[in-house]
């Protein structure tokens, strides 16, 4: 017997690519159980699977910096409860960083998809249900979006929660209207303006370099749960004056819009992830 629970949560995180660098991503996560029915005439009880999953989800892998262990692109030193890596890219540019342990979900894989990331979740998963099953089985799927979306990582210093480690990203759609009409002109330009971006705040900023002819930019701050350093080229950086939560974000882009459309009445929806985000307007 098979008992499903279809996209029963999401996972907003990042994961380091070899081509795209650091991708942030949104997935909506669903779960099938095989086994013998029960005394009560069940594989298991929808609150349970519910519970077990979301909470090893919000734990593991959400807001984290997914990296796959086994790629020989991947360099890592663990020292106590404190990691630091280094990523080199394919077109030989690289990424660095050093943050808490717990900030950082290290999946026993060579590289980092959908299928991948399901299959290491599954081997965890299936040890948190402490009754016996005959298969556990862990689907991604990212959200139907009919329109722009961009992929972007970051991280809030001052949030009291996950939030704060430094490359958890999402996949988001962007929502504009001009004088009352859809925008989707606009829509695509900051689809293309933040494809695979990671947004960083201006007072975060803490180095700039050059090496072997690629400029990099390095972000550091201290959060509550340690200290966090990330160096990316800076091609897959993109600045701003605020902490990057969704309000400053959607006040960004109205603002740089209204600059470029100084008579015209502008809407922004922007999402952080699935489900979830701000509006603003200038009228």
């Known amino acids: 017997m098979k008992l499903f629970v279809d996209q029963l949560t999401n996972v907003d995180f990042s994961y380091l690519h070899p081509q795209r660098g650091l991708l942030g991503e949104t997935w909506l996560a669903g779960i099938t159980l095989e086994g013998e029915l029960d005394e009560q005439g069940m594989v298991c009880d929808f609150g349970i699977v519910k519970k077990i999953t979301r909470t090893w989800l919000d734990a593991e892998l959400d ?3 997914a990296v796959p262990v086994r790629s020989p692109r991947l360099t890592l030193v663990e020292q106590a409860d404190r990691l630091k890596l280094t990523w080199q890219l394919e077109d030989g540019s690289h990424i660095f960083m050093s943050s808490p342990r717990q900030a950082v979900a290290l999946v026993d894989a060579e590289e980092l998809n959908v299928d991948s990331i399901a299959r290491w979740c599954e081997s965890q998963l299936s040890i948190a249900f402490a009754q016996k099953l005959d298969k556990l089985t862990l689907d991604f799927a990212t959200e139907n979006i009919d329109g722009a979306f961009y992929h972007y990582s970051h991280g809030l210093k001052k949030h009291d929660g996950n939030c704060q480690r430094i490359a958890h990203g999402h996949r ?7 004088n ?3 925008a989707e002109a606009l829509e695509q330009h900051w689809a293309e303006l933040w494809r695979d971006i990671y947004i960083g705040t201006g007072e975060d900023l803490t180095d700039t370099t050059t090496i072997d002819g690629v400029d990099y930019y390095t972000f550091t701050y201290s959060a509550a749960q340690g200290d966090f350093t990330l160096t990316l080229p800076a091609r ?3 600045l701003i004056d605020t902490d990057s939560t969704v309000e400053n974000l959607a006040a960004h882009i109205l603002a740089v819009t209204a600059r470029e459309y100084p008579e015209h009445q502008l809407r922004i929806r922007a999402f952080e992830g699935a489900g979830k ?3 603003v307007s200038n009228r």
Not at 172 to 178: C, G, V
Request: aromatic content about 10%.
């Open 63 to 65: 807001h984290r910096l």
């Open 172 to 178: 988001s759609r962007i929502n504009i209207w001009q």
């Open 180 to 182: 009352g009409n859809k």
């Open 236 to 238: 897959c950086c993109y």
């Open 277 to 279: 985000g701000a509006e």
